[in-house]
């Protein structure tokens, strides 16, 4: 189980211009998953299923969802390419003026492959979650053809 590992925790929170509900679609929900950072998903919306995401360019996962909270919560398996299964949980809290989403990955081991497999995952999450906050305060996502 991911849990087990004693390696790094990616941690990352923003503040979203955003209603906590809208925040919370953007991030279960297929058709706005593939506004910001999919090509194309199956999230059920009961702990235990199996979802898939599938990228721009072929690559897709299939997991488990871990919990699903309406409006507060989403944690989900996350597979690290070749290596094992980490977790990854969004957590909303509502603002004045917002949300902020909190994302806590976990799992990680210490052997070099790992940590690439962290660093990329890092950057990964800070390049989507950016372009989530564009897409929901402009309207505007910024991935281009190319991005993995």
């Not at 996962?61 to 699903?68: L, Q, S």
């Not at 210490?110 to 390049?127: D, Q, V």
């Not at 505007?140 to 053809?145: F, G, M, T, V």
Request: hydrophobic share 40%; glycine share 10%.
């Amino acid at each position: 189980m991911a849990a087990s590992r004693k390696g790094p925790t990616i941690k990352q929170a923003y503040f979203l211009r955003a209603p906590v509900t809208k925040v919370f679609r953007a991030l279960t929900e297929p058709t706005e998953l593939a506004r910001w950072f999919l090509k194309d998903a199956r999230l059920p919306h009961t702990a235990g299923a199996t979802y898939e995401f599938v990228w721009q360019f072929g690559y897709r996962h299939r997991a488990k969802v871990v919990a699903f909270v309406p409006n507060r919560k989403l944690t989900l398996e996350w597979p690290a390419k070749g290596l094992g299964m980490t977790q990854v949980s969004f957590t909303l809290t509502a603002r004045k003026g917002g949300t902020r989403l909190t994302l806590r990955h976990t799992g990680y081991g210490t052997t070099p492959a790992w940590i690439e497999n962290y660093g990329g995952t890092c950057s990964g999450w800070a390049y989507f979650l950016t372009n989530l906050k564009s897409v929901l305060r402009n309207g505007a996502d910024l991935r281009e053809a190319g991005d993995a």
